[in-house]
Every structure is written in C-alpha cells, then in structure tokens.
C-alpha cells in the first residue's frame, strides 16, 4: 500500500506542475511548435507533388528538381492520408506539418542546392538545384 501512496502523490505533484506550466504558456503557435517560415508569394514555375508512397509513406514527386535563380517553387499537400512537412535541411525554409490542399510556394534568390525532407518521415527527401 505504501507503494501505491508514493505513486499517489507523484501523480498529483506532477499535475500541479502541468497545471503551472499550462498558466505560463503563450498561445500563437498551431501546438506543434512549428511556426512555417521562408514561405514566398507570387506565381510557381514548377510544382512538387507530396504525395504518398508505399514504401515510404511519403514522397516528394519529382524528387529532384533544377530550377533559375529567382524562380519560385510550390509543393502541393495531396496526401489524404498522412500529414508531411517542406523542410529545408539547412533551415531556410519550413512548412511545418501540413495536410492534403495544402500549398507552400519558396522562391529561390541564390544558387545552389538545397537539400529538404520531410520532418516525420526520414525516408521523405528531395533536392532543388537552383543555377
Ligand atoms: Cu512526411
């Protein structure tokens, strides 16, 4: 019984602090964390289907893409069934999680390449290659 006390009062010290913290939490985000960034506006050149895949839950379709310097690219979300995230892997730019009829649209200033993934589906890659 003295075992199932001390769990007891664990439980509820741990619920006053959830309590505590709950108070001391700013609202604003969309309750991931993840606030989308490096989103451009204007008309895409090409379009990057996300899109499911068997093997991989996921997949960026084309999975390479070579693109102009100031040229804007746009993924479109048309997974109905999981949620996928644009997400550079230098950190330039973030979609966030985002679910089927879902848009982001980067333009891209500089070359390079610029590697992304998807941030829950380590197998979900692709490569933009801006000359
Ligand atoms: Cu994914």
Redesign the pocket.
Known sequence: MSVFKMLAAAAGTALVLAGLTACGGGGGDNGSGCTPKGAGSGTAGQTVQ?VSDPNT??AFQPKTITAKKGDSLEWDFT?QG????VTADDGSFDSC?QSAGAKFLVTFANAGTFNYH????AQ?TGVITVS
Do not use: A, E, F, W
């Not at 999981?82 to 995230?85: L, P, R, T």
């Not at 998807?118 to 589906?121: A, D, P, Q, R, Y």
């Open positions: 996300v839950v996921g997974d999981n949620q996928h995230s999680l998807c941030t829950i589906h979900m």
